[in-house]
């Protein structure tokens, strides 16, 4: 089964406005991670935060994790123009990285200058 | 000093025909990956291996076969390109496999059009 289900799918927003994308998974997870992914390039590690952990910050980015719904959520804070790309959230499953990390589809992040 | 590259990064090619994509990480990881991501973006793993060893194969068709020569590369053949198989590919390592809290390197992809 799929694991990490972002919505919105598409979310466009004014530059220095806040974005929020949300990530569902199904199963238990040892860790769940975000990813970035610019237009024609590969994708780039955000943030990863462990299943013991209920919210984690990094620069601009702040993820919160709960397990008890299965979600997290990734906000973006002062967005920016570069910060246009797809975002993506990934989840390993308990058990180790026996199947590596299962992807959702994405949220298409646009910023208006 | 590209952590992982992978190349070609565009190839148009026929139905039928057979095709490479090859791949090599120097950040010294156990573990490298194949991903394919389609039009939608929807990205999926197709193989795993840890140090030369073939841990994932997820449901592919046996005309994707892929080889490890050592570590630090992973290649993917495909015989037999069909239409549908026109996708991104994304070749992809981490330090270890069965520790949590891997992240993946990815490379910039290759992007394949079967015509």
């Known amino acids: 089964s799929q694991q990490g289900e972002e919505d919105p799918q598409a979310l466009s927003i004014q530059e220095g406005e806040n974005a929020t994308m949300n990530c569902s998974y199904k199963?238990?997870?040892?860790?769940l991670q975000w990813y970035r992914q610019n237009s024609g390039r590969g994708l780039v590690h955000l943030i990863l935060?462990?299943?013991?952990?209920r919210e984690k910050h990094s620069g601009r980015l702040r993820v919160t994790l709960d397990t008890s719904k299965k979600s997290s959520s990734l906000l973006i804070t002062a967005s920016r123009a570069a910060d246009t790309a797809s975002y993506f959230c990934?989840?390993?499953?308990?058990?180790?990285?026996?199947?590596?990390?299962?992807f959702g589809k994405g949220t298409h992040l646009i910023i208006q200058p | 000093d590209t952590a992982v590259s992978q190349t070609p990064k565009y190839l148009v090619t026929q139905m039928g025909n057979d095709k490479s994509i090859k791949c090599e990480q120097n950040?010294?990881?156990?573990?490298m990956y194949w991903y394919k991501q389609d039009s939608k973006k929807f990205l999926k793993i197709m193989f795993s291996?840890?140090?030369?060893?073939?841990?994932i194969n997820e449901t592919v068709p046996n005309r994707f076969s892929p080889k490890s020569p050592d570590k630090a590369h992973l290649n993917l053949h495909i015989n037999s390109l069909e239409l549908g198989d026109s996708a991104v590919y994304f070749c992809?390592?981490?330090?270890?496999?069965?520790?949590?809290?891997?992240?993946?390197?990815f490379g910039e992809g290759s992007w394949l059009t079967v015509v």
């Open positions: 992809a390592s981490s330090q270890a496999f069965w520790d949590s809290g891997n992240t993946i390197y």
């Open positions: 950040l010294g990881h156990d573990t």
């Open positions: 990934a989840a390993q499953r308990r058990g180790g990285g026996a199947d590596g990390l299962t």
């Open positions: 291996y840890n140090n030369k060893e073939l841990i």
């Open positions: 935060i462990r299943s013991n952990e």
């Open positions: 199963t238990s997870i040892n860790n």
